[in-house]
């Protein structure tokens, strides 16, 4: 059907009283920068999926992005013990990590013979690079050092990559709370070299039994701590899920980024970021 001229001249704003001229002031999409977000698809080959690949990457880092903003806002607000809107931000940095998990759902349409058509066209690229996803990791407390090495040849991502591994995780400021708070962490464990992952140290397993114990006593507390447990959940589903869609993608071929594939990543699902809050449940 045709829409009638006076229907969307500006002259006459008949459409539910909807703004229709955009020549004097912003509009959604000038906003948005949509031109350059939605001309940043560039596929190498000819294959009609090979959009699906790419938008199914640059939405997850969009998605990063946010993430990564929230986490870092927590662990400042943990840092000058404001507990109560670090709680707001991680139960969005779950929400996110849930919203990524069904996003693998859209992927999972791709079939081995429709990606093995542009898989040559990625080259060595791989989300073993994306330097939000370290970043993630390293602010959730997974430091590795060596893995700093796929961005040194870009110093902005390098230097994002460096500071998240040089600073205190966010369960480190975490940790550093509880001890603020009276609880007895041993020294060893808040003040140590911050490039080191997450290690179980039993002060911390005892200050959260005694968190646990009685809820009611620092209840803010206990609430963070249920909220840094919803995040590894949903982080641990989200590896699961990028296993199993690589498996049901590629097999076992080797990855693009050079590892082994499955079962490199099957040995990441043994990661994990908060030790104590996981083991304490067995002894509560
Ligand atoms: C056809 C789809 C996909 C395949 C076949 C695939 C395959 C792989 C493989 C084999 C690895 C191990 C590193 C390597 O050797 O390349 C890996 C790592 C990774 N991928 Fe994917 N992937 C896919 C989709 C995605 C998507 C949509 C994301 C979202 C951003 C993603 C993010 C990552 C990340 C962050 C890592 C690093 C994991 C870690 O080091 O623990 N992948 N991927």
Not at 10 to 35: R, T
Not at 40 to 47: F, G, I, K, V, Y
Not at 79 to 92: C, G, S, Y
Request: proline share 4%.
């Amino acid at each position: 059907m045709t829409v009638p001229r006076q229907d969307i001249d500006s002259a006459h704003p008949s459409w539910h009283g909807a703004q229709m001229d955009f020549s004097q002031s912003m509009s959604y999409g000038d906003y948005l920068d949509l031109d350059h977000l939605l001309s940043a698809q560039h596929p190498l080959s000819t294959e009609h999926n090979e959009m699906l690949f790419i938008i199914q990457h640059q939405t997850s880092e969009l998605w990063m992005k946010l993430m990564l903003h929230e986490l870092l806002a927590a662990r400042g607000c943990i840092q000058r013990d404001q507990v109560e809107p670090a709680l707001k931000m991680l139960a969005r940095v779950s929400r996110i990590m849930e919203q990524l998990l069904q996003s693998w759902a859209v992927l999972s349409t791709l079939t081995p013979s429709e990606y093995s058509q542009f898989r040559h066209y990625l080259g060595s690229s791989s989300g073993f690079q994306s330097h939000q996803y370290r970043q993630i990791e390293f602010v959730l407390g997974n430091k590795n050092a060596s893995l700093v090495a796929p961005h040194v040849h870009h110093p902005e991502r390098r230097k994002a990559v460096e500071d998240a591994l040089n600073a205190p995780s966010l369960y480190d400021e975490v940790l550093m709370l509880l001890a603020r708070r009276g609880f007895q962490i041993s020294p060893q464990r808040i003040a140590r070299d911050w490039t080191q992952p997450t290690q179980y140290d039993e002060s911390v397993e005892a200050a959260w039994l005694r968190v646990y114990a009685d809820p009611n006593a620092c209840w803010d507390l206990y609430a963070l701590a249920e909220k840094l447990v919803d995040v590894e959940d949903a982080f641990r589903q989200w590896r699961f899920r990028h296993l199993t869609t690589v498996e049901r993608i590629i097999g076992f071929k080797r990855g693009t980024g050079g590892t082994a594939g499955v079962s490199y990543l099957r040995k990441m699902l043994e990661v994990v970021l908060f030790p104590e809050l996981w083991r304490m449940r067995t002894a509560l």
